[in-house]
């Protein structure tokens, strides 16, 4: 029998996030599992080149992950009652922190939305679930928006 020990539970903080937290909620009360609920902030590393001070870039930066933190603890107040969970905040490209972390927790299973973007969209933007799905070690669990 598979067993989940620990569930990775990317999130966005978009409106269709406690939809992807639901998932994670209900599959880790039937397996027992702990769930590791992320939110990658990005880095803004790419506009160091464009005449802002590095300083600057690092203070916003710092801004938007204490305000992640403050609504990370207020998502999993609301979305995960009476579960095992610990909320995480990081910055970075969110595909390469979403697979990072999966590897150092040795997670069992990623739960993630998919904003199903096509067509232009998917060429600008990319589609971090595609690229997690592509790599992960473990199942990913994908959630597109209703």
Do not use: W
């Amino acid at each position: 029998m598979i067993t989940i020990k620990k569930i990775l539970c990317a999130v966005d903080f978009s409106e269709h996030s406690p939809v992807v937290a639901d998932y994670a909620n209900t599959l880790a009360k039937t397996m027992g599992s702990k769930i590791i609920c992320l939110y990658v902030a990005p880095s803004l590393d790419q506009y160091v080149g464009f005449h802002v001070p590095p300083s600057s870039i690092e203070n916003f930066v710092g801004e938007i992950v204490t305000g992640a933190d403050t609504t990370m603890e207020t998502f999993i107040e609301e979305n995960f009652k009476d579960a095992k969970v610990n909320g995480k905040v990081m910055t970075g490209y969110a595909a390469e922190e979403i697979l990072t972390l999966a590897k150092a927790e040795e997670v069992d299973m990623i739960i993630m939305g998919t904003h199903g973007r096509r067509g232009i969209d998917r060429i600008l933007f990319g589609s971090v679930a595609e690229k997690v799905v592509k790599a992960a070690k473990c199942p990913v669990l994908t959630v597109r928006p209703e």
